[in-house]
T-cell receptor, first 113, second 113 residues
């Protein structure tokens, strides 16, 4: 089955700096890669996603890049703000199987004001 | 739309007790799933359903049952609770087919003593 590894587990940045979180996946058939943000006591919320036919996608301060050959994808947050502090999860999905999401173990991002 | 709702928010059980976690969605999504979240392990799939009357096992199904009699509801039953089932449980729904987005509920925090 799919295995998703996520690094780092914790990340602390100063307000205004950039943050990068990296994930690798094992199943070459996976073709959908979402990123979720989870605030304390809440369910994960989708913030951006990318499909395997696209190399990069951007939404304001958030961008995701995908390297299918190397089987890794990354989340980039620019101009970080204190409200970006949360736990971020990457995930991968194989549409021919269960269509379920396999999650990474999460990155706790802390933005210092 | 209320989105995905879960009840209860918190529950404490004694070992051996049974209970049902409720999940409902009002978005007419075909796909629904249950995940459990444990510290440092991301979210793991318990069971999923691609439509009314159809369910299947995920990564960690032992000790849990599900049924899907309607499109809207997808309850998760714990048959005989064990301390190892102490976790936060999330229900998610999405559209089966080309779109893979999944939307998560707020979670149920379960403690088994």
């Amino acid at each position: 089955g799919e295995n998703v590894e996520q690094h780092p587990s914790t990340l602390s940045v100063q307000e205004g700096d950039s943050a990068v979180i990296k994930c690798t996946y094992s199943d070459s058939a996976s073709n959908y890669f979402p990123w979720y943000k989870q605030e304390l006591g809440k369910g994960p919320q989708l913030i951006i996603d990318i499909r395997s036919n696209v190399g990069e996608k951007k939404d304001q301060r958030i961008a995701v890049t995908l390297n299918k050959t190397a089987k890794h994808f990354s989340l980039h947050i620019t101009e970080t703000q204190p409200e970006d502090s949360a736990v971020y999860f990457c995930a991968a999905s194989n549409p021919t199987g269960r269509r379920a999401l396999t999650f990474g173990s999460g990155t706790r991002l802390q933005v210092q004001p | 739309n209320a989105g995905v709702t879960q009840t209860p928010k918190f529950q404490v059980l004694k070992t051996g007790q049974s209970m049902t976690l409720q999940c409902a969605q009002d978005m007419n999504h075909e796909y629904m799933s249950w995940y459990r979240q444990d510290p440092g392990m991301g979210l793991r799939l318990i069971h999923y359903s691609v439509g009314a009357g159809i369910t299947d096992q995920g990564e960690v199904p032992n000790g849990y049952n599900v049924s899907r009699s309607t499109t809207e509801d997808f309850p998760l039953r714990l048959l005989s609770a064990a301390p190892s089932q102490t976790s936060v449980y999330f229900c998610a729904s999405g559209i089966a087919g080309e779109r893979d987005e999944q939307f998560f509920g707020p979670g149920t925090r379960l403690t088994v003593l």
